[in-house]
């Protein structure tokens, strides 16, 4: 299937229903394909006897299609200044890691501040433990983000965090190497068009004068060098996310090439460019924290922040609670979607608390209703008042997000029920149907307080 671009519109939640009804087959059917393994080896393979072969979209979208949830981290040397320099703050609500454009730093005093980026307590084996715990199941790092600082050791820059700094080690090598051993999918974010550092990279245009840029040459001697080294150096990767998408599809086109030319199985985000209606990545990403309406049938992520930040700052204490996540999760799922939800580590690398709490939360209800998340396809019944569905072969989950009085209705199901049980306690539910209607009987209180979920047996 290749990909396209669906817009970010309303529709109508009648349409919505429609539209899910007509596509489930279809859509079922690509599912049903899709975890075949290519010939040639797993995910796991090496990237050498990769590169041999073609993979097919839908056989390398499997394991995004299966996992649906990730970790997004953004940590730099912004992660040091922590939305301050000089007495500046950054505004609550806009992105502390934009922190050297937002007051134009100059490129030698930025330097500078990496110059002292040192995150003793950096611990790979903890935040890879934290993401299984929230029940995550891919780590997207930022490798290099715009401020074109390398977070891992490059022989292309310099300006990297091993031979940049007095920390001195190479945190994606420690993390790749957590991953593996977790089982959790290694994968790098990495702005291939931004650049503040380099006089040639987009975006900095108080250091160096725009008229004499040479984009070309960034993307030879630094973004494409840089990628070689990540996607040849960490093992196999399962995505790279990039941002802020090239100005041409030609430019777009040569990233794609060298990634599959490196890591055939290897996937690209939606934003290393889309163009008129086609989209050059392997899926599409929504706006920060967005939600489409649309493409029930598509690939598709939501990137997310916990509070309002990417990169960490220590004036953001707007956070979610672990009840709006779990509800976005299920937004997102229930249409397809897959949820990459971001922690902004500090300065000395450590995970904010407030963060790791809320992760805990997640993951404590994932342990219960994981089942329902996990492997799903889009819910067959869409635009519920009472909350989503998701689908698993015969099963259809009924996540409640407003627990009703005594009974729930559900309409538009278009096969028997066998039988109704909640995931929370797994006690069964007394059920009525009637075409393709179900009432299901409820307990007077909901088992859980953000989202319970009713497990419904069909034929
Ligand atoms: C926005 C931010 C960028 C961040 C990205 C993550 O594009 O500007 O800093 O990395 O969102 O989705």
Request: aromatic share 16%.
């Given at each position: 299937m290749k990909p396209r671009l669906f817009q970010n519109r309303v529709v109508p939640g009648f349409v919505l229903a429609i539209l899910a009804c007509v596509l489930l087959s279809a859509a079922n059917e690509v599912y049903r394909r899709v975890p075949q393994p290519a010939a040639g080896g797993s995910a796991n393979q090496s990237p050498a006897s990769a590169a041999t072969m073609p993979v097919a979209t839908s056989d390398r979208m499997a394991w995004f299609r299966h996992d649906k949830f990730?970790?997004?981290?953004?940590?730099?040397?912004?992660?040091?200044?922590?939305?301050?320099?000089?007495?500046?703050?950054?505004?609550?609500?806009?992105?502390?890691?934009?922190?050297?454009?937002?007051?134009?730093?100059?490129?030698?005093?930025?330097?500078?501040?990496?110059?002292?980026?040192?995150?003793?307590?950096?611990?790979?084996?903890?935040w890879v433990s934290l993401a299984q715990a929230t029940g995550m199941k891919y780590i997207v790092v930022t490798a290099k983000h715009h401020d074109g600082f390398a977070m891992y050791r490059s022989q292309v820059s310099q300006y990297n965090i091993v031979d940049w700094?007095?920390?001195?080690?190479?945190?994606?090598?420690?993390?790749?190497?957590?991953?593996?051993?977790?089982?959790?999918?290694?994968?790098?974010?990495?702005?291939?068009?931004?650049?503040?550092?380099?006089?040639?990279?987009?975006?900095?245009?108080?250091?160096?004068?725009?008229?004499?840029?040479?984009?070309?040459?960034?993307?030879?001697?630094?973004?494409?060098?840089?990628?070689?080294?990540?996607?040849?150096?960490?093992?196999?990767?399962?995505?790279?996310?990039?941002?802020?998408?090239?100005?041409?599809?030609?430019h777009a086109r040569q990233i794609v090439d060298l990634v599959h030319q490196l890591q055939p199985r290897c996937l690209i985000s939606g934003r290393v460019g889309s163009y008129g209606q086609e989209l050059m990545g392997d899926y599409q990403d929504m706006g920060d924290n967005g939600m489409p309406t649309g493409g029930l049938e598509e690939y598709w992520e939501t990137p997310q922040t916990l509070n309002t930040t990417w990169g960490f700052s220590r004036f953001d204490e707007q956070w979610k609670t672990p009840g709006n996540v779990i509800h976005r999760l299920v937004e997102i799922v229930s249409q397809g979607g897959n949820y990459l939800l971001n922690v902004g580590p500090t300065g000395e690398g450590v995970i904010p608390q407030p963060s790791v709490e809320r992760l805990h939360e997640i993951g404590a209800w994932l342990k219960v209703n994981g089942e329902a998340i996990y492997g799903t396809t889009y819910g067959p019944v869409q635009g519920q008042s009472f909350g989503r569905t998701t689908r698993k072969g015969n099963t259809i989950y009924v996540h409640v997000f407003e627990w009703p009085k005594g009974a729930l209705e559900l309409s538009g199901l278009r096969s028997r029920t066998i039988s109704a049980t909640l995931l929370a306690g797994g006690r069964p539910l007394a059920f009525k149907q009637s075409g393709d209607r179900v009432w299901l009987t409820l307990p007077e209180e909901a088992p859980d307080p953000s989202v319970s979920v009713i497990a419904l047996r069909t034929e």
């Open positions: 990730g970790m997004f981290i953004h940590w730099g040397p912004y992660s040091k200044l922590a939305g301050e320099w000089q007495g500046h703050r950054i505004p609550v609500g806009t992105e502390a890691e934009w922190i050297m454009q937002r007051f134009n730093i100059p490129v030698a005093e930025y330097r500078q501040l990496a110059h002292q980026f040192n995150p003793t307590h950096f611990n790979p084996q903890e700094t007095p920390f001195g080690r190479d945190p994606l090598m420690e993390l790749s190497q957590a991953c593996q051993k977790a089982g959790i999918r290694f994968c790098v974010y990495y702005s291939h068009r931004e650049d503040w550092d380099h006089p040639d990279g987009y975006g900095n245009n108080w250091d160096y004068d725009r008229s004499k840029k040479d984009f070309d040459r960034y993307l030879e001697q630094k973004s494409k060098p840089q990628l070689r080294e990540l996607l040849t150096n960490y093992g196999p990767i399962g995505l790279v996310w990039f941002d802020r998408g090239m100005d041409t599809p030609e």
